[in-house]
C-alpha cells in the first residue's frame, strides 16, 4: 500500500471517528437541554371551547347536554395546544431537527405526535413549540370515572392525570439521530399549568 492510500485511510478513519465524536455529543446534549410547559392553550371538549362549559367557576349545567351526547356517542373529544418551551443551557450548539411527542392520560398513552422544526439554539437560546393533540377519551373517562375526569379537566388541577414525554433528534450528514428513549418533561402538566396561572394571578 502506497502513501497516499495510506493517508487517504488514515483521513477517512479521523473523518468518521470525528462525525461519531459530534453525533453522541449532539445528542447526549438533548438530555441536558430544559424542557417545560410554558402553558397550555386552545383547550376544547366535545367540540367547544373549555371556558364555554364553566359559569362562575362551576360547570354551566346548559352546556352539558352537549358532553352526554357525547358520551351516548362514545365519542368525547379533547383538543387542545401545548406550548413547550426548550433552554440550552450548555455550551454545545445544537440544532433540534425533528422530535417525537406523547401525551399520556392517567398513566395511559392518549395521542402520539411528531414536529419537523429547525430549532438551533446556542448556550442560553430558547424556544417555544407548540404541540397540538386530538384525542377521543371516552375510554380512560369511562375507566377513571365521568365525573372525576371531567372535574380534572375542567379544573385543570389534576392529580397526574396530564402527561407530556418526548424523542428529540439532530440531524447530522442528513439523517436524524434520535435520543434512546422518551423524555418526561412533565408528569402532570395540567396541575402545573394552573398553578402557574394562580400564581400570575396573586401578583396582580
Known amino acids: ?78 383538543e387542545a395546544r401545548v406550548n413547550l418551551k426548550i433552554t440550552n443551557p450548555t455550551s454545545t450548539v445544537t440544532k433540534i431537527n425533528e422530535f417525537k411527542y406523547i401525551i399520556e392520560m392517567a398513566g395511559k ?15 442560553g437560546q430558547s424556544m417555544v413549540v407548540p404541540l397540538t393533540f386530538s384525542a377521543n377519551i371516552f375510554g380512560v373517562a369511562k375507566e377513571q370515572g365521568f365525573d372525576k375526569v371531567l372535574n380534572d379537566i375542567f379544573t385543570r388541577k389534576s392529580n397526574g392525570f396530564f402527561a407530556l414525554k418526548i424523542k428529540p433528534s439532530v440531524k447530522i450528514g ?14 402532570d402538566f395540567g396541575k402545573s399549568v394552573s398553578k402557574a396561572v394562580e400564581k400570575g394571578l396573586g401578583q396582580l
Open 109 to 123: 398513552p392518549l395521542f402520539e405526535g411528531a414536529v419537523a422544526e429547525n430549532i438551533n439554539l446556542s448556550n
Open 174 to 187: 442528513g439523517k436524524n439521530f434520535f435520543y434512546p428513549g422518551y423524555i418526561t418533561v412533565d408528569k
Open 1 to 78: 500500500m502506497n502513501r497516499l492510500k495510506v493517508a487517504v485511510l488514515l483521513l477517512c478513519t479521523w473523518f468518521m471517528s470525528s462525525c461519531a465524536i459530534n453525533q453522541k455529543a449532539q445528542v447526549e446534549a438533548l438530555s441536558k437541554f430544559n424542557y417545560d410547559v410554558e402553558s397550555v392553550d386552545q383547550i376544547r371538549l366535545a367540540g367547544r371551547d373549555i371556558d364555554s362549559y364553566q359559569s362562575g367557576g362551576s360547570a354551566s349545567l346548559a352546556s352539558l347536554p352537549g358532553i352526554a351526547m357525547a358520551l351516548l356517542r362514545q365519542d368525547l373529544p379533547l
